[in-house]
């Protein structure tokens, strides 16, 4: 079973910055069917929604909510996966999950880290 572990949110000034890591239990890439890794967030009532993705080769894609602001990137030696966030808003609130995407079985989901910009 992998498992998934966020780190790095906490309370922000409009305007700042913060960089989420999720590291996994084992090598990502050793697992094949792995076709993309992503962050997403919640904020209550609203559903989750992505917020960065990368896929197998590197592509990435962002909503037009943070695109230009959000950068998600991946180190293999570590194990990591990292969302850097600039320019923080009030509306970027809310509980940030990685997750990697599976063909062949259910998405990997971390616990969480909670974000919080304050105006």
């Known amino acids: 079973q992998v498992q998934l572990v966020e780190s790095g949110g906490g309370l922000v000034q409009a305007g700042g910055s913060l960089r989420l890591s999720c590291v996994a239990s084992?090598?990502?890439?050793?697992?094949?069917?792995?076709?993309?890794l992503g962050w997403y967030r919640q904020a209550p009532p609203n559903p989750r929604e992505l917020v960065a993705a990368?896929?197998?080769?590197?592509?990435?894609n962002y909503p037009d909510s943070v695109k230009g602001r959000f950068s998600i990137s991946r180190d293999d030696a570590k194990n990591t996966v990292y969302l850097q966030m600039d320019n923080l808003k009030p509306e970027d609130t809310g509980v940030y999950y990685c997750?990697?995407?599976?063909?062949?079985?259910?998405?990997?989901w971390g616990q969480g880290t909670q974000v919080t910009v304050s105006s």
């Open positions: 084992v090598s990502l890439s050793s697992i094949s069917d792995i076709f993309a």
């Open positions: 997750s990697a995407a599976r063909r062949f079985g259910n998405t990997y």
């Open positions: 990368m896929f197998t080769g590197g592509n990435t």
